[in-house]
């Protein structure tokens, strides 16, 4: 059966290129201006899940910057929970003080989408948008202290795309874990279910948060929507749909590769488990990036070739990792190694110590 695998866009590939720097936001023209302000209140000393508050502010606007959002867009990525909100305590500007300093550095466009995110009910934002309870020209009507507050088509659009950047950039197993079935929040006492507790956990991507991504995404395709904002370039221009049950069996089947729960001695068991996981998930990247570095062990190049295409692709159309053992730029690198021991005549080692020295050429 064949893989459902992607060619690799180059225009994608061409954008994210440059934000593999650590220092990209700093030399874009739109958000390096507003960068002091907000590394100033100590974003970079929080924790905040995978990583820093600095580290998800910057990976959501990296998402974004990939999806080609505007400028308001971005800086409600890189803000968008200075605030604080119902979910993070990080309040890193008074809103009832501060308001005017961030329309300062922000603009009034962003800083209304930043204080809007901040103050509405996110639970209820998902829920309903979930629930396909949008109005027919895109709006959408949320309820906040017994009053209806009233969500235009480009301020619906725009914290959908931000909330699914935002959540790509932060899941993985200790949220499925803490936070059970979100936007449907199930509350356990921490004494009697203090392993689920314990940060950061076995780091498992999430069994169940690309679905409502996805739910998110095709939320997009609402004719109020559709033409509100750039379309992000995941699950085919927010087309196609991923079942809860599919995602959740190719987390499953990835993991127990993983953890080596599957013979490695012959690949054809751990090769064709990888293959059912890409099959039922075919949106992320990192199963069919480990399936490229098997196919290339087996000296299938064809095969692995258009795994690390399909798998770079993904990559750059997430601008953020699934798997959050290690960072976005490390999966794009290693992925690009794997793509030239498959196109490069005799790249590829043949020795276990000899994968230590590999380097990407050119």
Known sequence: MTLPLHPLDADLFARALPLLDDEWLTRDPELAPVLPTVLARNVGQDWHKAGTFRHHLVGVTRTLTVWQQPRDVR?????????????????????????????EIAGE????????FCTQSRTQFVQKVLAHALEADGSLV??????????TPYEVAAFIIVSMADTI???FSWQDDIFSRFP???????????AASLWPGPMRPSGRMVHQ?????????HPGLKDVLPMPPVFAHCSQYLSAANEAAATSLYWSVIQQDQPLVDLDVATGVLESAVRHNP??????????????????KDDAKAAAESALHLFCA?????????????WVAWTRILLQGATVEGTWPERLDKLNNVALRG
């Open 75 to 103: 800086l409600l990525g890189l803000l968008h929970s200075v605030y604080g909100n119902a979910f993070v305590d990080l309040v890193k500007f008074d809103p009832a003080k501060e308001r005017a300093r961030v329309r």
């Open 109 to 116: 466009s962003a800083e209304h989408l930043v204080y809007l």
């Open 142 to 151: 949320l309820q906040k202290d017994g009053q209806d507050h009233v969500l």
């Open 169 to 171: 950039e932060q899941w």
């Open 184 to 194: 449907e929040v199930q509350h356990r006492n921490q004494k009697a279910h203090w």
């Open 213 to 221: 991504i996805n739910g998110l995404a095709k939320a997009l395709q």
């Open 283 to 300: 949106w992320v990247g990192e199963p069919q990036m480990v399936l490229a570095q098997l196919y290339l062990s087996a000296g299938r």
């Open 318 to 330: 997430w601008g953020n990792a699934w798997d959050k053992r290690v960072q976005w730029d490390a």
